[in-house]
């Protein structure tokens, strides 16, 4: 397996199949509004050093996961940065690999002086425990109301 950080520019195409996966598999807004992801925005991002996309793939170069990660400042304590995921998805058959993945793309983050990652779960998701054995604990609750 190749543990890579790519970018998001070179990615559209082959990452979409994967970003629809993960919108099907754990977004309650799929039911809403349709998977319709703002390249510009995301390469603008990029562009600007706040966005990662760290990349899974085999050793036949076969895209088989990913972790969107976006990076800023604390706006409360501007020397420190604090980054989050967006997306993240690892196809089934490849779940295994998901551990050193996340952990790869902590390194780096790290390494640029990232002080806080936050990984971000929808509330039924059932990957809280993994993260937990990973170091991570349950820090906020985020509300969310379909207002119009």
């Known amino acids: 397996m190749n543990y890579c950080l790519e970018s ?20 309650q807004c799929a039911e809403h509004m349709p998977l319709d992801p703002d390249w510009e925005r995301t ?37 420190h940065f604090h980054a989050f995921t967006d997306v993240a998805y690892v196809k089934p058959e490849h ?3 998901f551990k050193k993945l996340l952990a790869i793309a902590e390194d780096d983050l790290k390494e640029e002086g990232v002080t ?10 059932k990957r809280g425990a993994f993260l937990e054995d990973m170091g991570y604990v349950l820090h906020e609750n985020n509300y969310q109301k379909k207002v119009n």
């Open 8 to 27: 998001i520019k070179t990615l559209r195409t082959e990452i979409y199949p994967l970003f629809e996966a993960a919108w099907n598999e754990v977004d």
């Open 43 to 79: 390469e603008m991002l990029e562009d600007m050093g706040m966005w990662r996309t760290y990349t899974l793939r085999t050793d036949e170069k076969e895209l088989v996961g990913f972790i969107c990660v976006l990076v800023q400042p604390l706006l409360h304590s501007k020397n």
């Open 95 to 97: 779940r295994g690999q």
């Open 116 to 125: 806080w990652f936050s990984f971000v779960l929808k509330s039924w998701d």
